[in-house]
């Protein structure tokens, strides 16, 4: 099942997306106003019994796709998470013993097929393509042979980056990673059930169809069951927070010249099992 977050004729709706079209569940669900709600619910598989059966309500090209948990919980970003990306700082050391993480707000992403906004203080929008995992099951220092149960849904993520603005400051990257509108999520949520789905899946971006990023999350420096129990050592993991777990080498800002995002460009993160979230760029307003 893909479970997304549409916009309509009617409003925003939440059910599932088919190869024709889009099934509008969340009238029948009046209880959870978001895919949130139903995460924070557990009920990803109410959902799933409900469309059993029924035909599309809304066909292709009369929708729009919002990010796939309008009103998410924490959004907590790792950073340098793949060995050559670790690299690309040419400052000789070796993997750091703990992972780097960031936060981000919900307001920063845009739908699939959406375009990414270009802010007019900086030409230096970046690409990132990324997997996100939802959280379905809170929990506390949480240990990693426990990581996956705690795991509702997996999702795509390009993590767009204001590359000048993550060194306005000395010690954080907030300022660079927060510009409304400045990534993407989706399309959809693919409900997490196995440990295949994550533990060596192909991840890549392409840039109006060439290929920029390509690895596989077998070769994270810290993979996702670390993640967990990192992240979850200091904080509280709660139903519908969302972890965006490292992108691989080739974002624009390391080529020579750098290879920044302009307007009318089209980028595709794509990843084994989940799908492909597609987005272009344009000039904020």
Not at 19 to 35: K, M, N, R, V
Not at 97 to 119: C, D, E, K, W, Y
Not at 211 to 225: A, E, G, H, K, V
């Amino acid at each position: 099942m893909r479970y997304a977050t549409v916009t309509t004729a009617e409003g925003p709706l939440y059910g599932i997306v088919t190869d024709d079209g889009f099934i509008a569940l969340s009238p029948d669900f009046p209880q959870w106003q978001t895919l949130t709600d139903v995460i924070r619910a557990g009920a990803l598989h109410d959902l799933a019994r409900a469309a059993t059966g029924r035909t599309v309500t809304h066909e292709n090209g009369t929708f729009t796709h919002d990010i796939p948990l309008p009103d998410p919980g924490k959004i907590l970003c790792v950073g340098v998470n793949f060995p050559d990306r670790n690299a690309e700082y040419k400052d000789g050391q070796d993997a750091p013993p703990n992972m780097s993480l960031f936060i981000r707000f919900a307001q920063s992403f845009t739908g699939h097929g959406q375009n990414l906004v270009r802010p007019p203080e900086t030409p230096q929008l970046d690409y990132e393509g990324e997997i996100a995992v939802v959280i379905g099951k809170p929990g506390r220092r949480i240990p990693q042979s426990d990581a996956y149960d705690h795991i509702a849904a997996i999702t795509l993520c390009n993590e767009g980056t204001l590359r000048d603005w993550v060194r306005h400051a000395k010690f954080n990257v907030t300022q660079g990673k927060n510009w409304d509108r400045s990534g993407a999520m989706g399309p959809w949520l693919i409900p997490f059930t196995h440990a295949a789905q994550l533990d060596d899946i192909r991840l890549t971006t392409h840039v109006n169809g060439e290929l920029r990023q390509d690895d596989r999350t077998s070769r994270m420096l810290f993979p996702i069951r670390r993640q967990i129990e990192y992240i979850s050592t200091f904080t509280t993991l709660h139903p519908g927070d969302i972890i965006v777990t490292g992108t691989p080498t080739g974002a624009g800002a390391r080529f020579d010249p750098p290879r920044f995002l302009e307007p009318g460009d089209e980028i595709q993160v794509s990843a084994e099992g989940i799908g492909t979230l597609i987005n272009g760029v344009e000039d904020e307003a």
